[in-house]
Nanobody, 126 residues
Framework: EVQLQASGGGLVQAGGSLRLSCAAS????????IGWFRQAPGKEREAVSC????????YYADSVKGRFTISSDNAKKQVYLQMNSLNPEDTAVYYC???????????????????WGQGTLVTVSS
């Protein structure tokens, strides 16, 4: 059974940092890409970042480039999202999800996710 558990959310002031973790189990880690998504109140869910665990390729939404860094510990089956220079617009519930690790290039990484974990709330105060 695929399980994804996001954690690490909380309340932080603008300009601060948080690191989210996604603990994964129940699938062959190297066969999949792990993505982070977020959904702010009243808004649609948006893709934030993705990592292809087999080779470490990473992808970012323009809104977080240069501020967020995705990484993985394949031995622990954990994926992390280091979020720096947070601003109130980053306030959202953050989710991790997995998809088959092919055709990620370009906009491919934005869609095709099959399994989703429960989210973790990030609140950035001004």
């Amino acid at each position: 059974e695929v399980q994804l558990q996001a954690s690490g959310g909380g309340l932080v002031q603008a300009g601060g940092s948080l690191r989210l973790s996604c603990a994964a189990s129940g699938f062959t880690f190297d066969d999949y890409a792990i993505g982070w998504f977020r959904q702010a109140p009243g808004k649609e869910r948006e893709a934030v970042s993705c990592i292809k665990s087999s080779d470490g390729s990473t992808y970012y939404a323009d809104s977080v480039k240069g501020r967020f860094t995705i990484s993985s510990d394949n031995a622990k089956k954990q994926v992390y999202l280091q979020m720096n220079s947070l601003n109130p617009e980053d306030t959202a519930v953050y989710y991790c999800a997995i998809r088959w690790a092919d055709s990620l290039y370009g906009s491919g990484w934005l869609t095709g996710y099959d399994y989703w974990g429960q989210g973790t709330l990030v609140t950035v105060s001004s």
